[in-house]
């Protein structure tokens, strides 16, 4: 296990990640937000979906990923239609212009990534990648894991509570 100093570090930097993703935000078109970006990433990597799929790969609740689809489907880069299965639901899936624009916002990434890193080399690119990934893996769901620390803080304040009473005075 780490030595207590370097998960301090590690916490450093992975608040300047905060950063970093507000800068890669900038450069995407003004008609494409972050969270729209978003939900054609996912969907040009996974295919198409479910809503409820969709908001637990963004690790978001329905109402923010219900606004996100109506943005993109009112721009055409989505459709949606019923699921053969549950009429209720809503297949969701790129159209052209979804994946014309997706390929603008892959672009716009890769270009900026590469003028940021164009001193590292190929191989430290891919070491970065592989620890991302990773430290990716190692939370899990982001969901699962921020319900953990909901069970925590109010394990915490349980305890503080308790001790407020145990106090002399």
Known sequence: MAAQSQ??????????????????????????PTGS???????????EMRMSRLAELLAVDMSVTSRHVAHVAERGWIERSPDPADRRSRILRLTAAGNDMLGVLA?????????????WSDD?????????????AS?????????????IRAHEQTRTSAQTRVSPA
């Open 139 to 151: 939370f899990g769901n982001c969901r699962a894991w921020a319900g953990h620390h909901e069970q």
């Open 37 to 47: 970006a978003a939900v054609l990433s996912l969907l040009g990597r996974h295919g």
């Open 107 to 119: 672009e716009r990434h890769i270009e900026s990534l590469a003028r940021t890193l164009s001193d």
């Open 124 to 136: 430290e690119v891919g070491q970065l990648n592989v620890l991302l990934e990773r430290l990716r």
């Open 7 to 32: 998960y301090e570090e590690l916490a450093r930097q992975l608040s300047a990640i905060g950063a970093i993703k507000r800068g890669l935000s900038r450069i995407l078109p003004p008609e494409c």
